[in-house]
């Protein structure tokens, strides 16, 4: 089992940046690829970004595209999302999620393949 525990969500305008923060842990050793979606309220949660963690291939949605980058650092279990050119449409509720797949441009977007999932952090973007 993976415990996934999600920071660094907060207020900002647009234009501005910001770095959400995910940690890990448990059996981390079977997430082979982990994202980060966002939810807003009404709407359906939608992939971001993703990883693959065994070679660093990364995958990102067309809106977020140049302007948001995944990263991880395996030594501190933690996953990141750094957020440049916020646009008040990318407000939401930003999941962090794991799965025990190696997931590629056809699947990583794709919630069902995600076994794990953090409680969430709100991204509120204003004008």
């Known amino acids: 089992q993976v415990q996934l525990v999600e920071s660094g969500g907060g207020s900002v305008q647009a234009g501005g940046s910001a770095r959400l923060s995910c940690a890990a842990s448990g059996n981390t050793n079977s997430s082979y690829s982990m994202g980060w979606f966002r939810q807003a309220p009404g709407k359906q949660r939608q992939g971001v970004a993703a990883?693959?963690?065994?070679?660093?291939?990364?995958y990102s949605s067309d809106s977020v595209k140049g302007r948001f980058t995944i990263s991880r650092d395996s030594a501190k279990n933690t996953l990141y999302l750094q957020m440049d050119n916020l646009k008040p449409e990318d407000t939401g509720m930003y999941y962090c999620?794991?799965?025990?797949?190696?997931?590629?441009?056809?699947?990583?977007?794709?919630?069902?393949?995600?076994?794990?999932w953090g409680q969430g952090t709100q991204v509120t973007v204003s004008l």
């Open positions: 990883i693959y963690t065994a070679d660093g291939s990364t």
């Open positions: 999620a794991a799965s025990i797949f190696k997931l590629g441009s056809g699947t990583w977007q794709s919630t069902p393949n995600y076994r794990y």
